[in-house]
Nanobody, 122 residues
Framework: QVPLVESGGGLVQAGGSLRLSCSASQRALSSLSMGWFRQALGTAREFVVTTNWSSTEYSDSVKGRFSISRDNAKNTVYLQMNNVKVEDTAVYYC?????????????????WGQGTQVTVSS
């Protein structure tokens, strides 16, 4: 069973908005912190946001435009993307960590989704 399943990706114009969803399986519900990462074609996967729901950290590139939230009843985490830019084009991955402190490095995350493509047109 895939621990996390992302959805909501697609094509959006620059300046528009998109909301990504990340549905957690029972296995991934043990995560104490959650994060979103992204990977553009030909580049390494990079940190976008991480939260333990007491504190949240955003990458400088998305600060003020993206926000993370959750719906506990639906076991779902969201990434609201506003005022998107062409450089936000990437595959977006949801990740869960057993650590409660915030980490921006991939190796601290134990559960991953398969990713959802976001393409921003100019």
């Amino acid at each position: 069973q895939v621990p996390l399943v992302e959805s909501g990706g697609g094509l959006v114009q620059a300046g528009g908005s998109l909301r990504l969803s990340c549905s957690a399986s029972q296995r991934a519900l043990s995560s104490l912190s959650m994060g979103w990462f992204r990977q553009a074609l030909g580049t390494a996967r990079e940190f976008v946001v991480t939260t333990n729901w007491s504190s949240t950290e955003y990458s400088d590139s998305v600060k003020g435009r993206f926000s993370i939230s959750r719906d506990n009843a639906k076991n779902t985490v969201y990434l609201q993307m506003n005022n998107v830019k062409v450089e936000d084009t990437a595959v977006y991955y949801c990740a869960g960590s057993k650590f409660s402190d915030l980490h921006i490095e991939r190796q601290f995350y134990h559960y991953w989704g398969q990713g959802t493509q976001v393409t921003v047109s100019s």
